[in-house]
């Protein structure tokens, strides 16, 4: 590679950041995310009213018979690639509104402001030929888990989780190909008890999503998917299934419970290190840690749809807010309000 074409960073020796600055740009980092959070959370409240009169002029029936798929088929890459060809002959036939709901935010604007609620409304009967449901709710859940690794580093996760949502489809229109299915059966099957990896849906699910992932894989190869509408091929979309399929996301296991506890944990370790007191794992000759969590990488490897959290905050924070801009034609501008719901 010519050096013209390799980055700087590729180009130079980029020096090493000193620990003492390096600690004190995470703690400034920590203080920008806080603020930002804090300004989302006071936000919400001032939009809702807006949102909901922007509801009122999108679900008029002049507006609403191509409102949203106008505006998915102006969405941005990070959304738009996520949608095969069968996907968008099921929305635009039949998706009637989308809505999106910071919930846990009450009117005060006290609250979690990262959990999303998502609630796609569908027409039914003869102008839906793929599924029978008139709504589909997904609720995404804005938790953390502190953990201590065994050279007592702390380890902060925080993100969004989920539980799979079905999808009850008409006869052969299981655009997932029995992937939602087979993820919603395991949940399901979760909540009566039983280890996991001992459970039949376990398996079933595998088997599932490496049979999807191996015909993803031929048709990548092949560089086309079929187009015939009865083959809803899976097309070009990195997740290497349908849209629908992000119904079936779920993330890390982190129980409410278990988030409050880390919240105030992470809480308190912030406090002590606004005051310049020493916390676990700040100790200058600390080794760097890799220990990972078995049971988090179970969890993922069983995901439908891994790229499930990336697509929630690309529709909460870009297309939800930019509807009206993405309806007009515009592909391609800032956001023209906060990222609030």
């Not at 509104?97 to 796609?120: D, L, T, W």
């Not at 702390?154 to 079905?166: A, C, D, F, K, Q």
């Not at 349908?242 to 119904?247: C, E, G």
């Not at 992470?266 to 969590?293: F, H, N, S």
Request: a negative charge; one cysteine or more; aromatic letters at 10%.
């Amino acid at each position: 590679m010519a050096d013209e074409q390799k980055s700087l960073a590729e180009r130079v020796e980029v020096p090493d950041i000193p620990k003492a600055a390096a600690k004190k740009i995470a703690l400034l980092e920590q203080q920008f995310l806080r603020a930002e959070v804090e300004q989302l959370k006071h936000s919400i409240p001032l939009f809702r009213p807006i949102y909901e009169e922007r509801n009122k002029v999108i679900t008029t029936p002049e507006v609403q018979e191509n409102f949203w798929m106008r505006v998915f088929s102006h969405a941005p890459a990070e959304i738009d690639e996520y949608i095969t060809t069968a996907d968008a002959a099921a929305l635009g036939t039949a998706l009637k509104n989308v809505s999106v709901e910071r919930f846990e935010v009450n009117e005060a604007g006290q609250g979690e402001p990262r959990s999303i609620r998502f609630v796609f409304e569908f027409r039914t009967g003869e102008e839906n030929p793929f599924f029978t449901d008139e709504k589909l709710v997904k609720e995404f859940y804005w938790r953390k888990r502190v953990t201590k690794t065994q050279k007592g580093n702390t380890i902060v996760w925080e993100g969004l989780v989920s539980e799979p949502v079905r999808v009850h489809w008409k006869a052969d229109r299981d655009l997932t190909k029995g992937l939602l299915d087979a993820a919603c059966d395991l949940a399901e099957a979760e909540k009566k008890g039983g280890e996991r990896k001992q459970l039949p849906e376990f398996k079933k699910l595998v088997s599932k999503i490496e049979e999807v992932e191996a015909e993803a894989a031929k048709l990548d190869e092949e560089g086309e998917g079929d187009d015939d509408e009865e083959d809803f091929p899976v097309g070009p979309s990195p997740a290497g299934t349908s849209f629908f399929s992000f119904f079936g996301y779920r993330g890390r296991d982190v129980s409410a419970e278990e988030s409050a506890k880390a919240t105030q944990e992470d809480e308190e370790r912030y406090q002590k290190m606004l005051k310049g007191e020493k916390v676990d794992g700040d100790d200058e000759e600390a080794e760097e840690d890799d220990e990972e969590d078995e049971e988090d990488d179970e969890v993922e490897a069983l995901e439908i749809f891994p790229d499930g959290e990336e697509l929630a905050v690309a529709l909460a924070e870009d297309l939800w807010p930019n509807a009206l801009k993405y309806y007009g034609g515009f592909s391609h501008f800032g956001h023209g309000c906060c990222e609030s719901c």
